[in-house]
């Protein structure tokens, strides 16, 4: 059974930084472009970053870019967000997905494969 999960959410003050981790297992997801999304409370879920199945191609939403960094570990099934000069507004939970689309793929209901979430909140 395909299987993602994320750690690595928790508490830090704005400006601070943080790493999510996803592990996937169950299905070869070396094979699939792979996304980052987050949820604040009460609003949709939107796009954060998604990495190609290489991990030579990437792609931001605005509100992140130059600020977080996707990569993969293929070798490890694993991916990565690094979150740098966090703010208060990147408060939510943070999910892994994958889909067999490209990086352009940025609709929730393209993704076929999720993460259960975790928590990340930054205080000001």
């Known amino acids: 059974q395909a299987q993602l999960v994320e750690s690595g959410g928790g508490l830090v003050q704005a400006g601070g930084s943080l790493r999510l981790s996803c592990a996937a297992s169950?299905?070869?997801?070396?094979?699939?472009?792979m996304g980052w999304f987050r949820q604040a409370q009460g609003k949709e879920r939107d796009f954060v970053a998604a990495?190609?199945?290489?991990?030579?191609?990437?792609n931001y939403a605005e509100p992140v870019k130059g600020r977080f960094t996707i990569s993969r570990d293929n070798a490890k099934n694993t991916v990565y967000l690094q979150m740098n000069s966090l703010k208060p507004e990147d408060t939510a939970v943070y999910f892994c997905?994958?889909?067999?689309?490209?990086?352009?793929?940025?609709?929730?209901?393209?993704?076929?494969?999720w993460g259960q979430g975790t928590q990340v909140t930054v205080s000001s």
């Open positions: 997905a994958a889909t067999s689309g490209t990086t352009r793929t940025v609709a929730v209901r393209q993704y076929g494969y």
């Open positions: 990495i190609s199945s290489s991990g030579a191609i990437t």
């Open positions: 169950g299905r070869t997801f070396s094979m699939y472009t």
